[in-house]
C-alpha cells in the first residue's frame, strides 16, 4: 500500500527557511516509473504547485518560487524534501506531498495536479 507521509515543523518565522520532509513507503526514488511534488494550498486559496523531483535526482520547479525552492532526495530513506526561503506569511498554507507517474515532459508538470497518491498534507504558519 502506497503512503506518502509529510513531516516538519508547522511554525516557521518570517524571513527564515521552511523545511519539509515526504517519506514514501510504496515506492522506490531511485525508479523511473515516478516522479514526486510538493503543492500547497494557502487559506481560502486553490492549489499551488512548487516543483517535481525525478528518479536521477532532476528538478523542475513553478517559475514564481524558483528562486526560493529546493527540492532534494535522500534515496537511502525514500525521502524528498522541500527547502523554501526567505518565507513571509504568504506561505503560510497546506503543504502536501505527490507522487504520479512520470510520463510527462519536465514543464508540463506545472500546474498538473493529477498525482496518483498524495500525503495528507501538513499545516505550516509563518509567524513570528
Known amino acids: 500500500q502506497v503512503q506518502l507521509q509529510e513531516s516538519g515543523p508547522g511554525l516557521v518565522k518570517p524571513s527564515q527557511t521552511l523545511s519539509l520532509t515526504c517519506t514514501d513507503s510504496?515506492?522506490?526514488?531511485?525508479?523511473?516509473?515516478?516522479?514526486w511534488s510538493w503543492i500547497r494550498q494557502p487559506p481560502g486559496k486553490g492549489l499551488e504547485w512548487m516543483g517535481v523531483?525525478?528518479?536521477?535526482?532532476?528538478?523542475y520547479y513553478n517559475p514564481s518560487l524558483k528562486s526560493r525552492t529546493s527540492i532534494s532526495r535522500d534515496t537511502s530513506k525514500n525521502q524528498f524534501s522541500l527547502q523554501l526561503r526567505s518565507v513571509t506569511p504568504e506561505d503560510t498554507a497546506v503543504y502536501y506531498c505527490?507522487?504520479?507517474?512520470?510520463?510527462?515532459?519536465?514543464?508540463?508538470?506545472?500546474?498538473?495536479?493529477?498525482?496518483?497518491?498524495w500525503g495528507q498534507g501538513t499545516q505550516v504558519t509563518v509567524s513570528s
Open positions: 523531483i525525478f528518479y536521477d535526482g532532476s528538478t
Open positions: 510504496g515506492g522506490s526514488m531511485t525508479s523511473s516509473l515516478y516522479a
Open positions: 505527490a507522487r504520479r507517474k512520470s510520463d510527462l515532459q519536465s514543464e508540463d508538470y506545472y500546474n498538473n495536479y493529477e498525482y496518483d497518491y
